[in-house]
């Protein structure tokens, strides 16, 4: 199975919505890869910068509600992927964004706001996925564990490697 | 137990229950526009799984950039161009014949009371105003659509929405949505299905209808839906008057996609929009609303009316009410795009398209454009667009800009003072 998790990137905002996460103008690519450079190029986030090394080097998102909202644009799950970032972690996603992740074979994990709000105050350098065991581990000095659990089908959706590969098997 | 309208089309789509939560659903229109599916059309002829689950039941247009604006949306219209030939997609809608396809495939008669829709575009909520399960997903979604004609959903649950009270002068269904939201917030339907009923909802035409269920999604919500009923047979009359022959036949089979009296919401809510004024957002979500004598005399640069939301003839009629015999302020760009070529054509017949460019308005081919700032007056940083679209997002039409939703009534009135101006002034 592939490994989820790594650097840790948190963007510590509502509603993040998939025009600031891949902007409209780059949906005109018909390759996935060149979507790469564009990464939450439109985000407005105090101090955020789409180019620094930190947000580059990021291998799991964190983050508050409504993560995803907006248009249907797989683009926006897509230009994670292509970033090595297979990992969002946040307190409620947007249904498309959500079923987009899932779709691809990738994570979106919900959290209770309480264990978001932990997430920020420690800010921890590096969080590793344990599907199986359902647990987000948070490494470093404040090592920590936070259960959590996936709707069946969305854990089969990863375990296939993404819905086209199930569904092709199935219906 | 009762069910609700979507209880009822679920049931009657079933094909699998993949977990407890989870349902698959048989899928009876597909659409596809040239941003989304050229992806899942270059990925199924990668896997060598280029085919459809029916021609018949997949519709497609070009209409985001069309005229292509470059090489690459050139790429991408031809991409779906060439798919539509091979796999023998009759429905398939080019330049000369095309427009924005949430008012393009209704006004086709391809959405009836009952049917399961899904589409790579996020407004495809818009087709429950036919009472249809439509909803918006992303490009594996499509691709599984095109390939097996199934998708998966969550179990679903409704908010029913009530609207009572009746829509005073200058406030149309725009105001009335961008309100709701403003209520529900922009995750308040997350996951849910909002069923619009009420005097208000009956007395709608079904282009109101429509701009009702096209902003659901803004509230968070899969599906917008409205009961099917005699509005809606009449606007289906021409494509259905061979199968039911007698209008009440129509009128009386459509009930049975009704929700039933006991049926279960998960949230109930209603409002009375009486004393309903016009509606304006002025931040970076559609939920930020206010009421537009709060936003009055902000400076704008440009206008634009047109859209899945707001770019069909009755919207056009009521801008027109506020320029025929006015001009646009100094200084504003004013950019009209009506949204299939059909209401274009309606509206030169009607000669607003000669009051609009008496106004001092372009007038655009049908086309998503602006809209999401593709093309055709996109934005520059620091400038204002009082716009008849569905999404305020930061950059939504080009990169700095700001947008603010309003009805095309209100957009009319910002294009005449060059400020946001509440539009009852000039009835
Ligand atoms: S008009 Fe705008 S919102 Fe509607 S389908 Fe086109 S881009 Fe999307």
Redesign the interface.
Known sequence: MKKFGGACLFLDRNDINTDEIIPAKYLTENSKLALKPFMLEDLSLPGFDPSSPATRAAKVIVTRQNFGCGSSREHAVWVFEVNDINVVIGESFARIFRQNMFNCGMLAIELPAADIEALFASRPAEIMVDLVKGQVIASGATKKIYPFTLNSFDRDLVTAGGWLVYADQKY | MGQTITEKIFAAHH??N?????V?LDIDVVMCHE??T??AI??LLE?G?DRVFDPTKIKAVIDH?TPSK?S??A??AK?LRDWAKRQGIKDFFDIGANGVCHALFPEKGFIRPGNTVIM???H?CTHGAFGAFAA??????L??GI??G?C?F?TPQTIKVTINGSLPAGVYAKDVILHIIKELT??GA??KIMEFVGPVVESMTMESRMTLCNMAIEA?A?CGVCLPDRVTAQYLWPFIKDQYGDLDKAVTDFTKWHSDPDAVFAREISFDITNLTPQVTYG??PDEVKDITAMAGTRIDQVYIGSCTNGRLEDLREAARILAGRTIAPGVRGILSPATPKIYNEALAEGLIGQFMAAGFCVTNPTCGAC???SNGVLATGEVCASTTN?N????MG?GGMVHLMSPLSAAAAAVTGVITDPRTYL
């Open positions: 094909r699998d993949p977990s407890g939560d989870n698959v941003i989304t050229p992806i270059n990925d896997r799984m950039v470059d690459k949306t790429t991408q991409i790579g575009d996020s495809t918006g997903v992303g490009t594996t979604d691709e599984v390939l097996k199934v998966s969550r922009v995750k997350t996951d968070g899969t970076y979500k999401l700032g593709m999404r997002f930061n950059g939504r990169k």
